[in-house]
C-alpha cells in the first residue's frame, strides 16, 4: 500500500537523480513533492562576503527580475520533476527558499506537507571529508522526526575474487 506523501529533496546531483530512480523503483506514494531549496543571491554574496572579510555594499535587486538564483531553482526542480513522472512517481514541483540552512528548509516543508517519508542522495563522504564537509542528508536524519530513504552513491565494485 502507498504512503500518502513523499518529499524529495532533489537539487540537480547526480546523487540526487539516483535517488529519484531508487524512489520509483521501490516506493509508492499517491503523492510525490519533488522539493529544490534555494538561496537568494543577496544572501549567498553576504554570506561569501562575510567569509572573505571583504564588506558587502548594499545592493537591492531589481524586483521586476527574477534571482539568478531561484529561476536556476525552478529548472533544476523542473528536471527533477521529469525525473519523477518517469520513475513512475505521481510527482509535483515545489521550490522552497533557504532562510537558514538547506537541511532545516528541507525538514521544515516535510513538516509542513506531513509527509511520510523523505527521500535523498548522499554523496558518501567518510573520514576526514565527511567532517569538514557536513551532510544535508545526515543533517536531515539527525533533526527530522520522520522515516529518511537515503540512496548512497554509485561506487566502483571491486574486482571479484575466484
Known sequence: MPCDVMLIAYDGSDHAKRAIEYAGRFLAANRAVVLTAWEPMVRQAARMSGLSGVMQPDWVPDEDIDDIAYTDARNINEEG??????????????????????????????????????????????????LL????????????????????????KAPQSR
Not at 540552512?101 to 509527509?115: F, G, Y
Not at 527530522?144 to 561506487?155: A, E, K, S, W
Open 81 to 130: 520533476l521529469q525525473l519523477a513522472k518517469a520513475a513512475g512517481l505521481n510527482a509535483e514541483p515545489r521550490t522552497a527558499e533557504c532562510s537558514s540552512t538547506i537541511w532545516n528548509t528541507i525538514v521544515d516543508a516535510a513538516d509542513e506537507l506531513d509527509v511520510d517519508v523523505i527521500v535523498a542522495g548522499t554523496r558518501g563522504s567518510t573520514g576526514i571529508r565527511a
Open 133 to 156: 564537509h557536513s551532510s544535508v542528508a545526515d543533517a536531515v536524519i539527525k533533526h527530522c522526526h520522520r522515516p529518511v530513504f537515503l540512496v548512497p552513491p554509485v561506487t566502483e
